[in-house]
């Protein structure tokens, strides 16, 4: 007589859902997806549907995804970037006249792209350490280092190009960084989920990502840990403005061009994603796969909204505000929600 063995280990996607079903933040962002996406189909068969729709939304959504993920970090140790758009625009305008400069007259275009892409990726990290540095040793808040510093390099981009936009890249710039893998994958999107990976191995398997979690939840019991608090918040400023500048050079390869004001919605709608992704705003705690969902669940509703003609989009601002204001009360008045009542910091 034979017996099985049942192995009393659950399968790692066993454990999976298991750990999706005891979210519930996590489980109500899945349902409002499918709902969403069940809408559409059913209002907007054909248009929904087709590819190039989603495509469409494969090349957007990197954009101000990109920026979402920096305002994860800054806002788990209980802070804030608002400076991201100032950022990408900066950094994107620096690297277009750069590679203008190094592609004229019969220069490299390969070593032009190659100088171009370092410099965005470096001036956003240094970006980034000045806001670090600012609330870190200088101790001012950082809502509003962030703001400070958004106008900033807002001002800076317009100095540069004279508010104009600087345009004719080298069509090699366009034919990479905008082309499609196989045809089918658009580019920004391979960016995004390389970016969305690093970010998640980073707060999972490193102690780097630990300490930002210590740190949001008790900063005042991270330092006496002996965390060095200085360095913690400048690395992870530092991060946010290189995904920021990441973000800068996705829409330089989309618009072919680089403005002072490109994305001037999207400082509203990556606090957004990251608070309806379930990062408290106190700090401490938050989802990488709630953000990424919520960046989802936001680029399929615009997408959508703009199948129906009559309404403008003047009217994106008004319903991110109030979907932001939404979240952010239906999380304090749940219980287990980020940001809820029971989810506030020890000492509040």
């Known amino acids: 007589m034979s017996t099985n063995v049942v192995d009393p280990k659950p399968t790692r996607q066993f454990r999976a859902l298991r750990a999706i079903t005891r979210d519930t933040h996590l489980t109500r962002l899945i349902l ?51 400076s991201v758009v100032g950022i990408a625009n900066m950094t994107s305008i620096g690297a277009a006249v750069i590679m203008l400069s190094l592609a004229a007259d019969g220069g490299s275009v390969t070593v032009a792209i190659i100088a171009a892409i370092a410099f965005a990726l470096v001036a956003g990290a240094l970006a980034g350490a000045l806001n670090g540095f600012l609330v870190a ?29 600087v345009s004719g890249l080298p069509s090699a710039w366009g034919d990479t960084f905008a082309s499609k893998v196989g045809g089918l994958v658009p580019m920004p999107l391979i960016v995004f989920i390389l970016a969305a990976i690093v970010v998640g191995l980073v707060l999972g398997r490193t102690s780097f990502g630990t300490k930002i979690r210590m740190l949001g939840t008790n900063a005042t019991a991270a330092g006496f840990s002996g965390l060095n608090t200085t360095s913690l918040l400048v690395r992870t400023y530092m991060f946010s403005g290189l995904w920021a500048a990441l973000a800068g050079l996705v829409m330089l390869a989309n618009y072919n061009s680089a403005k002072a004001d490109y994305g001037s919605t999207y400082t ?50 008004l319903i991110w505000g109030g979907v932001l204001l939404a979240v952010m009360v239906l999380n304090y008045f749940s219980k287990d929600g980020p940001g809820g009542r029971s989810g506030k910091r020890k000492g509040e």
Request: proline fraction near 5%; charge should be positive; hydrophobic fraction near 55%.
């Open 137 to 165: 040793k200088v101790k001012i808040p950082p809502i509003l280092v962030t703001l400070g510093t958004l106008e900033l390099f807002g001002g800076i981009a317009i100095i540069i190009t004279g508010g104009k936009p």
């Open 268 to 317: 509203l709608l990556t606090v957004l994603i990251v608070v309806l992704g379930g990062v408290n705003p106190n700090g401490g705690s938050g989802r990488l796969s709630g953000v990424v969902l919520a960046i989802v669940i936001l680029q399929i509703l615009s997408s959508g909204l703009n199948m129906f003609p009559a309404i403008s989009n003047f009217y994106r601002p």
């Open 32 to 82: 409002l997806l499918i709902a969403i996406f069940l809408f559409f189909t059913i209002i907007k068969t054909g248009s929904f549907l087709n590819l190039r729709t989603w495509q469409s939304m494969a090349i957007q959504f990197p954009e101000f995804g990109l920026m979402a993920l920096g305002v994860m970090l800054t806002m788990m140790t209980g802070g804030i970037d608002l």
